[in-house]
């Protein structure tokens, strides 16, 4: 199946500094999907992503759609310890031919650790 | 805000025992969902469910696995005969329609299943 990779697996930051990750495929994704998951909580989507290109703000969240359509990073800017989680990518997987019914594809998660 | 309510949040079963996890989807959603992560791991598709029928299910979503619409608010994961390896959280999901700006839909906070 379509897989999607996320890079780096953990980052430890201080605070005050700003993050980048990223998330590509060997496939294309005709959408992207950033979510961020609290410890013991279900993942809560911080910004969507649509069209090649694409550039996104939420806050001090940026996101954008790479016009290969494989891959899309993430920033955070000015992180404070509430910025603290894992941050999953995810999309819809392309379907053969068939009706998709709105499943998603995760990538394996950034850990972020902000020291204050 | 709406939310998805998942009940139990921590259920204990012993291996071979049936469990029945619990979820209320957002009032008027129309697609849902359930996903499960193991401990340390992405989050996994398992099942959508639509017009009281599975649209789409993943290979892990075996004949151990049942999904219900009792009735017009609940939604249901039956596991038959529960195994160690089933110990995860799983997570519901609704979401209202199906359009193409509408991929980001809602997680509940899930449910921890421990197998002993």
């Known amino acids: 199946g379509q897989q999607l990779n996320q890079s780096p697996q953990s980052m430890f930051i201080q605070e005050g500094e700003d993050v980048s990750m990223n998330c590509t495929s060997s496939s294309i994704f005709n959408t992207w999907l950033w979510y961020k998951q609290d410890p013991g909580e279900g993942p809560v989507l911080l910004i969507a992503l649509y069209k090649a290109g694409e550039l996104t703000s939420n806050g001090r969240l940026t996101a954008q759609f790479g016009i290969t359509r494989k891959d899309s990073f993430l920033n955070i800017s000015a992180s404070i310890p509430s910025d603290v989680g894992i941050y999953f990518c995810?999309?819809?997987?392309?379907?053969?031919?068939?009706?998709?019914?709105?499943?998603?594809?995760f990538g394996q998660g950034t850990i972020l650790t902000v020291h204050p | 805000e709406p939310e998805v309510t998942q009940t139990p949040s921590h259920q204990v079963t012993q291996m071979g025992q049936e469990v029945i996890l619990r979820c209320v989807p957002i009032s008027n959603h129309l697609y849902f969902y359930w996903y499960r992560q193991i401990l340390g791991q992405k989050v996994e598709f398992l099942v959508s469910f639509y017009n009281n029928e599975i649209s789409e299910k993943s290979e892990i979503f075996d004949d151990q696995f049942s999904v219900e619409r009792p009735d017009g608010s609940n939604f249901t994961l039956k596991i038959r005969s529960t195994k160690l390896e089933d110990s995860a959280m799983y997570f519901c999901?609704?979401?209202?329609?199906?359009?193409?700006?509408?991929?980001?839909?809602?997680f509940g906070s899930g449910t921890r299943l421990t197998v002993v």
């Open positions: 995810a999309g819809p997987p392309q379907n053969a031919g068939g009706t998709s019914y709105g499943k998603l594809t």
């Open positions: 999901a609704s979401r209202r329609q199906l359009s193409k700006a509408n991929y980001g839909y809602t």
